[in-house]
């Protein structure tokens, strides 16, 4: 049975030249303990997702909250160095990112309350438990976010929005306080772009008074991830006021047709797509004529883009005739051009030729498809729905990607 040492025989342990190892204990303060439960907090969080927690409107709400304690502890020497000896995570070796509170400008009690520890104060007036200001003002802004359960219903809207980008049937607009955003612009059926994800309002609840006095309302938004909140609408407007990134997604349905054979003052002319046939007596070239179309967009007259074209590689260096135009309406002619090359890939034409030096050159713009495909590729622009088709070669026909 083990036998604790008393004074005496330390004393004749000390006589025998034997060192006594003493225990040094640790005292500290509530304050101390406190910032340290704290930072444990974080330690767990980051042994459970494999990395520490990180701002921004898409975290959860507890990552958050973490976030902001650890800036605080990185900034703080104090703290830094309470915590040091226990950060085998290199928790403190990041740089804080968003913190908008000078240390030098706040006492004790106001530093600790940003790191979330509790203040002390007389009994009467003791809090407990009492949140930092940041995370309290993390909660009162943002809701917390759950599954949407009939996601899939709001799914195909996500898809759409995403189609009329890539062909330029929408376009996103910078959010910028000072250029007069208001809440009143976020209404129902809007999509905007927050912190990189885009947000669809599905719902605008009814019209409540906030405390200070101005009107507010719940919204039911819907996330391109799958999830909800019931956010503030005021809430929504700040969020959106703080990212310097967030979009709004503009209406498709504003003036200007995309293809249209009549025009008025307040249409913006973006080009033509045209569709020409070569008259190069090349073998291959000579066996497909009829199927074989170079496809292109351009911003000024078909004539004058062909006027050389027996000169130039990109027409097989022979004449050409022009077999359709399709004029185009407020329109970004590069994407839409990508986007066409892209959906008939599979049928690119894979021919060498030289040009008027001699050096070889393999064109990037001639496919072998009927001309009857193209006319239904133009309608799939029309209706926006074009980026969700690809060309299938052997059934000479477009089909719908995943089908």
Known sequence: MAKEFTQEDDGLLAELGVEVETKKVVTRTPREERIIAGFEEIQRFANEHWSAPSHGEERDIFERLYAVRLDRIRELQECRELVEPLDDQGLLTGASKASSIVAEELDDDALLAELGVEIES??????????????????????????????????????????????????????????????????????????????????????????????????????????????????????????????????????????????????????????????????TVAEHREVLHKIGVTSGKVEKRIANAKLDPTFLMAEVEVVATYELYNINRTKLENLIHRIFESARLDVEIKDRFGHPVTPREWFLVPLFIIDEAVERIKDRTISAYSYDPQGAKLVRQGT
């Open 122 to 283: 007389p009994l009467i007036t003791e809090l407990k438990h009492v949140r930092s200001t940041a995370e309290k003002k993390v909660a009162e802004e943002i809701a917390n976010r759950e599954r949407c359960e009939d996601f899939e219903q709001f799914k195909p809207l996500f898809t759409e929005v995403q189609n009329d980008l890539d062909v330029g049937v929408r376009t996103t607009r910078n959010i910028r306080k000072q250029a007069g955003f208001l809440k009143t612009d976020i209404k129902k059926g809007e999509f905007f772009i927050l912190s990189g994800q885009t947000l669809y309002i599905a719902e605008v609840g009814e019209e409540i008074r906030a405390p200070n006095g101005e009107t507010d309302a719940r919204l039911r938004v819907i996330y391109s991830n799958g999830t909800e909140s019931n956010i503030l609408l005021r809430s929504l407007q700040r969020a959106l006021y703080k990212d310097e990134t967030s979009r709004i997604v503009t209406d498709p349905s504003g003036p200007g047709p995309l293809f249209s054979s009549e025009t008025d003052d307040k249409d913006l002319a973006s080009g033509v797509i045209y569709v020409l046939r070569s008259k190069s007596d090349h073998p």
